[in-house]
């Protein structure tokens, strides 16, 4: 019973709040016992946590094969159950220096919206990761007899945290690929990545039930960004649905990379944008628009490269034709190069030379490996080593039986000052002054070519004693004789020297692709023949 006190009749009567105290100090009694509790579990905690961080270590590094990981900081926090990993470091066994991997800071947690839907699952917040790889790890990687998903990541992961997760984050993170020049690494700054609903129970196929969004920084002044959704749990692989938008990405970064291609690439920005469905049984690469801005690019031949050369030549073709046949349908509404130089440098010839076009302008439209897309378009437009109108339309169709396209180049008007290095290398002379103009039409069906090659050499002149006086007698002799076959071979009604090619015939390699035909019928006609045509005139006029 309460406290009493009396009245001044004498009668008892109870003191307010009496009965209340005993409940006060219960609850103040259950606060202290839970304050005790939580400062118990809180300091368990942290004297847990360096026999866990050496008990994760080792249970993260018994799966993996070729790499290892360190852990030098680990905190649980026993309430809430979360986990947090500090300075995780991945180093591949080979190639230990520098790590491929530092995590500043994992933190795992219960992701509690789910466990109130019933389902217990992880979220994952990953903050300022550095992932980073160069190219002796590669080669390492590519090397191994091990797949890469035989190496135990899946269960390294398991073996942090025993929940699926089901949420993830990034904040901050890079992401850099060295190849040969350190001072031009390929690297994502800035890159955050949110993704959701990744636990989610197997679906339809098509069905894509997570989202995610990734935003990324492109060596250093491009953007892209990524996003859509994706089953993450769908066998063999993942599925994904996702929208691509990449903005000036610096093309001269993957210059380390292209030059074991024989590419040599010294400027331009890429920008583009597409849709990529990637699922079992949905393969789509579907770009809209491709812009590439003021590229200079160059093949680079070379004695030392020509094998190489040769061999990739060949996996090229073989690659094209096959591509019809691949499982992913690729698409390109329009590709546009804008402002652009390409060219070839043959360093094989002597004197070494370069044959280029400037101020190049190509539009490709309707590209695809595929034969129901129907066929492709290209226009080019330019100046043929830098002086010289140049046109050319291409029409490419599918290549069910073989090559399929019609050709039509124009190039008009060029200086020929301008090509003395070709003359050089294949005429052993050079010219003072006079135009080229080059003409041709061509089509390819089931195998067979048809056409015309006509190259035009208008007021070429080979010899001036005004600036030849100083060089060697037999050269001025060698060179007054090829102008003198060049005055034979003038027209009447125009000085200039031209010769029709008629092509006609079957294709002589039913795998070639029509890329190389192109490459080809450039090479054969105007390398191999009219140049050289020159000298074997001039040898020619020695002998009689």
């Given at each position: 019973m309460g406290a009493e006190d009396s009245d001044s009749?004498?009668?008892?009567?109870?003191?307010?709040?009496?009965?209340?105290?005993?409940?006060?100090?219960?609850?103040?009694?259950?606060?202290?016992?839970?304050?005790a509790l939580l400062l118990l579990l809180f300091v368990a905690s942290f004297l847990l946590d360096e026999p866990l961080r050496r008990s994760m270590e080792r249970r993260i590094n018994a799966p993996l094969k070729g790499y290892s990981v360190r852990l030098p900081g680990l905190h649980f926090q026993i309430v809430g159950l979360s986990l947090t990993l500090k300075g995780l470091t991945i180093l591949q066994q080979a190639n230990p220096d520098p790590p491929i991997a530092r995590f500043p800071v994992l933190h795992f947690g219960l992701h509690w919206r789910e466990i109130l839907r019933g389902k217990v699952v992880a979220e994952v917040e990953v903050e300022r990761p550095d992932l980073r790889i160069d190219l002796r790890q590669y080669r390492t990687e590519a090397a191994s007899p091990v797949p890469i998903k035989e190496h135990g990541w899946q269960q390294?992961?398991?073996?942090?945290?025993?929940?699926?997760?089901?949420?993830?984050?990034?904040?901050?993170?890079?992401?850099?690929?060295?190849?040969?020049?350190?001072?031009?690494?390929?690297?994502?700054?800035?890159?955050?990545?949110?993704?959701s609903n990744i636990r989610n129970v197997l679906l339809p196929e098509n069905v894509y039930p997570s989202s995610f969004h990734m935003e990324t920084a492109i060596f250093g002044t491009g953007r892209g960004i990524v996003e859509g959704n994706a089953n993450f749990l769908a066998e063999p692989h993942l599925g994904i649905d996702a929208r691509l938008t990449l903005e000036k990405v610096p093309l001269e970064y993957f210059r380390p990379v292209v030059e074991r291609t024989n590419l040599s690439i010294r400027s331009g920005t890429f920008s583009g944008s597409g849709r990529i469905e990637y699922a079992p049984n949905v393969k789509v690469t579907h770009l809209g628009d491709l812009t590439i801005q003021g590229m200079e690019i160059d093949?680079?031949?070379?004695?030392?490269?020509?094998?190489?050369?040769?061999?990739?030549?060949?996996?090229?073709?073989?690659?094209?034709?096959?591509?019809?046949?691949?499982?992913?349908?690729?698409?390109?509404?329009r590709l546009r190069l804008t402002r652009c130089s390409v060219g070839m440098v043959n360093r094989n010839a002597s004197p070494p030379y370069r044959v280029f076009l400037a101020d190049a302008d190509l539009r490709l439209t309707n590209l695809s490996n595929k034969f129901s897309q129907g066929p492709a378009e290209a226009e080019l437009k330019g100046n043929f080593m830098g002086?010289?109108?140049?046109?050319?339309?291409a029409r490419f169709r599918p290549e069910k039986e073989g090559p399929d396209l019609d050709l039509d180049v124009k190039i008009e008007?060029?200086?020929?000052?301008?090509m003395n290095d070709l003359f050089r290398a294949y005429g052993k002379f050079d010219v003072t002054e006079g135009r080229f103009a080059f003409y041709s039409e061509l089509q390819i069906r089931n195998d067979a070519i048809s056409g015309y090659i006509k190259p035009i050499f208008k007021d070429m002149k080979i010899y001036d004693e005004r600036t030849d006086s100083e060089k060697k007698f037999f050269r001025q002799l060698y060179e007054m004789l090829v102008g003198g076959v060049a005055k034979l071979l003038e027209s009447r009604h125009r000085d200039e020297v031209a010769a029709v090619a008629d092509v006609s015939g079957p294709v002589e390699k039913p795998r070639i692709s029509n890329w190389q035909i192109i490459g080809k019928l450039i090479e054969n006609a105007f390398f191999k023949t009219i140049l050289p045509g020159f000298e074997k005139e001039a040898s020619r006029s020695r002998r009689r």
């Open positions: 009749t004498g009668k008892p009567v109870k003191r307010p709040g009496g009965a209340a105290r005993p409940l006060l100090k219960g609850v103040l009694w259950g606060a202290g016992i839970l304050a390294a992961v398991e073996a942090i945290y025993p929940f699926k997760i089901n949420a993830l984050t990034i904040r901050d993170g890079t992401l850099t690929y060295i190849d040969q020049d350190p001072e031009k690494p390929l690297r994502l700054t800035r890159l955050n990545l949110e993704a093949y680079v031949h070379t004695a030392r490269t020509a094998e190489a050369e040769k061999r990739r030549a060949e996996e090229v073709g073989k690659a094209v034709k096959e591509a019809p046949k691949a499982e992913m349908l690729f698409r390109v509404d002086s010289g109108p140049t046109r050319v339309n008007d060029t200086r020929m000052t301008d």
